[in-house]
């Protein structure tokens, strides 16, 4: 095996977890002498930054999707450019469902000899449009595909698609060789007859990049939380309910992408709350490791683990994982006063190791 296409919406220098699991792939199988490809979906912008990062990577940008609400008509109608953008999503995954057509056009182009091929998902139209360009015959479509997916999609009771997307779930499912997904749980998610194809590879990190900062306990009890919200279930607001009834000091910092559902309870916790943009992962990794403990706000779904825990882990302080149904509060409380003893623990790290996580996928 030699050539290897990767193709994926996101990659470096986007912070996300689907980005990540694209660029620690390149890296590591780069580093280990494979001719690497990558189609991503990024702005002309962001794909320089790339370009100049994986210089001795071989690229193809088919740019970002296209979304007519982005349309200067609708800078006046915010509430109509929400519902529609909602809507339109759901019922059509618009607009990345116009990558379902770029990808296909990739590979129907293509004309060099690909041994293996990982797509990426999310989003799901990735997957559709290799699918439906392998249904078509093409000539020279890879000899492997592996279709990696993080969260489920026909399966994912958050956003619970509409029936017809059955089909193209059935489509990719069957057309692809191997379907990967990060943690055993979410195998019930996907279909019955495919359950045999499924193999689990976590996300992988690379630990030869790991740096820490020397933790010293802070004066005020600190606390990070790092990641995305999602009102009605990964939902931060009755956790932040509850602080505001706290009266002991605390500092709790947050860095998210989306602050839509927290920037009130700023005006009301003060300096108690700091909110920050996202920043790069090593950085993270390094502001992580000097507070007293992190955060995780369990997924309402029990198909999904957040690969930000492996992320908390790896910065060696204790995690605090709290549900927004039920909140521990005498656990909170223990935490705040340095006693970890219900820390959330996650075993066996070194699966999560990029060499171990491409020896997977060289494996299947």
């Known amino acids: 095996?030699?050539?290897?296409?990767?193709?994926?919406?996101?990659?470096?220098?986007?912070?996300?977890?689907?980005?990540?699991?694209?660029?620690?792939?390149?890296?590591?199988?780069?580093?280990?002498?494979?001719k690497v490809k990558v189609v991503c979906s990024l702005?002309?912008?962001?794909?320089?930054?790339?370009?100049?990062?994986?210089s001795n990577v071989e690229s193809v940008n088919v740019g970002t999707v296209h979304n007519f609400l982005d349309w200067r008509i609708f800078n006046h109608l915010s509430l109509v450019k929400r519902i529609l953008n909602k809507y339109l999503y759901h019922l059509l995954q618009y607009p990345n469902i116009e990558l379902l057509f770029k990808v296909k056009k990739i590979l129907k182009s293509n004309t060099n000899k690909i041994d293996l091929m990982i797509s990426i998902a999310y989003p799901f139209p990735i997957h559709w449009g290799v699918a439906i360009a392998k249904k078509s015959k093409i000539e020279n479509f890879p000899d492997r595909w592996i279709a990696d997916c993080g969260d489920p999609f026909m399966g994912n009771p958050i956003i619970n698609p509409p029936f017809y997307f059955k089909f193209l779930e059935n489509l990719?499912?069957?057309?692809?060789?191997?379907?990967?997904?990060?943690?055993?749980?979410?195998?019930k998610a996907y279909y019955k007859e495919f359950h045999e194809k499924i193999e689990i590879i976590p996300q992988g990190f690379d630990f030869s990049t790991l740096e820490k900062e020397l933790y010293n306990k802070n004066n005020i009890p600190t606390f990070l939380y790092a990641g995305i919200f999602y009102k009605g279930s990964r939902d931060p607001r009755p956790f932040l309910d509850y602080l505001t009834q706290i009266k002991s000091n605390f500092r709790f910092i947050i860095y998210?992408?989306?602050?839509?559902?927290?920037?009130?309870?700023?005006?009301?916790?003060?300096?108690?709350?700091?909110?920050?943009?996202?920043i790069p992962r090593i950085e993270l990794l390094k502001k992580m490791s000097l507070v007293d403990f992190l955060l995780n706000i369990e997924n309402e779904s029990e198909n999904q683990t957040p690969s930000k825990l492996i992320d908390y882990s790896l910065s060696g302080r204790p995690i605090l994982s709290v549900s927004m149904k039920n909140?521990?509060?005498?656990?909170?409380?223990?935490?705040?006063?340095?006693?970890?003893?219900?820390?959330?623990?996650?075993?066996d790290l070194e699966r999560y190791n990029i060499v171990n996580v491409v020896n997977k996928f060289l494996e299947i």
């Open 327 to 347: 909140i521990d509060k005498k656990k909170f409380n223990d935490f705040l006063n340095g006693i970890y003893h219900d820390e959330f623990k996650v075993h």
């Open 256 to 278: 998210t992408s989306e602050d839509s559902l927290i920037k009130d309870y700023k005006e009301i916790l003060g300096e108690k709350l700091i909110i920050n943009s996202s």
């Open 172 to 187: 990719f499912c069957r057309m692809a060789d191997k379907i990967t997904i990060p943690v055993e749980i979410g195998r």
């Open 43 to 54: 702005s002309k912008d962001n794909f320089e930054l790339f370009k100049k990062e994986f």
């Open 1 to 34: 095996m030699k050539n290897i296409l990767i193709i994926c919406k996101d990659i470096y220098p986007i912070q996300s977890p689907r980005s990540f699991r694209a660029s620690e792939l390149v890296k590591e199988f780069v580093k280990r002498g494979f």
